[in-house]
């Protein structure tokens, strides 16, 4: 093990897997069925959207832009909490039927940090339940087991942009920021690992390829596989290394991230 690299913290939505589009937005939709509104974020809204990070902060921002007479409602927080509540279960019952995949490397990744007996981990705004789901239904019952920290939800104040996910993560690591490397897919999520010191890998989706990557080591399409290589799409710190080209990530190449 060297130890530049001590450990890995992943985020979930976006990174894990393609969660957004035909995950959480038709979860949240089916939702707002449930309980007979007649709300309906079709994608290009979601898009929008997605820049409040958090289910029921999103719905707060939605119903204040868009439907600002439902906010009178008395106990609104509770109400939201829910309507979020029926929102995680539909996504969860999504998942647990097989219906989002993980995306390109990611697997392939988990394990070989495992073999390497790198730390692994998980930060993310998203609830406990969507993150345990996803990894069960993916990687195998056991595989939340695999995650030396799970750090996920309500358990910080802040969520992404703010850093704190990641500051809780790696207080339960007991590593220093220097010593980690932090995989996103979001300006958002950039925005925190940066504000907590992490060398970060950036692999984009449909989403967030457009957004602002700036201090990102490496903007990458996905994290490759050697039968389906990434491709390069930021990163002067990819040139540096001779990572111009396309392959994909390991420790070898998260190492030459730490020069
Ligand atoms: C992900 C999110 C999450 C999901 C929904 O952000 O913002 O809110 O969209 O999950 P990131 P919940 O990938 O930056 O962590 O509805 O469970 O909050
Ligand atoms: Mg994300």
Not at 186 to 195: F, K, M, Q, T, V
Request: glycine share 10%; aromatic share 6%.
């Amino acid at each position: 093990m060297d130890s530049k690299v001590r450990a890995v913290l992943f985020d979930v939505d976006g990174t894990l897997a393609d969660t957004e589009r035909d995950g959480h937005r038709p979860a949240f939709n089916a939702a707002f069925q449930e309980l007979g509104l007649d709300w309906e974020w079709d994608v290009d809204l979601y898009g929008k959207l997605l820049e409040i990070t958090g289910g029921k902060e999103r719905i707060l921002h939605f119903m204040e832009h868009h439907v600002p007479e439902e906010l009178n409602r008395s106990e609104l927080g509770e109400w939201i909490a829910r309507l979020h509540k029926i929102k995680t279960r539909h996504y969860v019952g999504m998942l647990e039927s097989g219906g989002i995949p993980l995306r390109p490397g990611v697997a392939r990744l988990i394990r070989h940090l495992r073999d390497r007996n790198i730390k692994i981990a998980i930060a993310t705004t998203t609830t406990p339940e969507n993150v345990t789901a996803l990894l069960k239904s993916t990687l195998g019952e056991d595989s939340p087991g695999w995650f030396d920290v799970i750090g996920a939800g309500d358990i910080v104040p802040g969520k992404k942009p703010a850093p704190d996910i990641y500051h809780w993560v790696l207080d339960q690591l007991k590593l220093p920021a220097e010593q980690c490397i932090a995989v996103e897919d979001s300006e958002n999520g950039l925005r925190a690992s940066l504000a907590a010191g992490l060398d970060t890998v950036v692999t984009v989706n449909g989403y967030t390829r457009f957004q602002d990557f700036t201090g990102a080591k490496l903007v990458l399409s996905d994290l490759g596989e050697p039968t389906k290589p990434f491709s390069v799409l930021e990163g002067e710190a990819g040139v540096a290394n001779g990572i111009n080209g396309s392959g994909w990530v390991d420790v070898d190449l998260m190492l030459k991230l730490k020069g």
